[in-house]
Nanobody, 123 residues
Framework: VQLQASGGGSVQAGGSLRLSCAASGLSFSSYAMAWFRQAPGKEREFVAGVSRSGAITSYSDSVKGRFTISRDNSKNTVFLQMNSLKPEDTAVYYC?????????????????WGQGTLVTVSS
């Protein structure tokens, strides 16, 4: 199983980025997907999740209204559109897959993790 995250980079506050995570080696539509992030010196935290079908999404309070998670099961890919970025969004972003139906913010339930992509937001 491989989750390949991409799309990170450096952007000024107020800008936008779109992250992608391409999955291989698993039955993609059987897994809920999520993005987590980890800033230096902090624990990894849930950012956004999407159900297996893509119909249900959930977000952390810190990104709600600014980030949008989506998935394309025909391309085995999950996306994170990040708008109105803030310096506190700076972190390594990881995609993850959980063999559950609904979204979940519980890290323990995620079976597979990508390698991470760095997002840096400057003020």
């Amino acid at each position: 199983v491989q989750l390949q995250a991409s799309g990170g980079g450096s952007v000024q506050a107020g800008g936008s980025l779109r992250l992608s995570c391409a999955a291989s080696g698993l039955s993609f539509s059987s897994y809920a997907m999520a993005w987590f992030r980890q800033a230096p010196g902090k624990e990894r935290e849930f950012v956004a999740g999407v159900s297996r079908s893509g119909a249900i999404t959930s977000y952390s309070d810190s990104v709600k209204g600014r980030f949008t998670i989506s998935r394309d099961n025909s391309k085995n890919t999950v996306f994170l559109q990040m708008n109105s970025l803030k310096p506190e969004d700076t972190a390594v972003y990881y995609c993850a897959a959980a063999r559950v139906t609904m979204t979940t913010s519980n890290r323990i339930l995620y079976d597979y993790w990508g390698q991470g992509t760095l997002v840096t937001v400057s003020s």
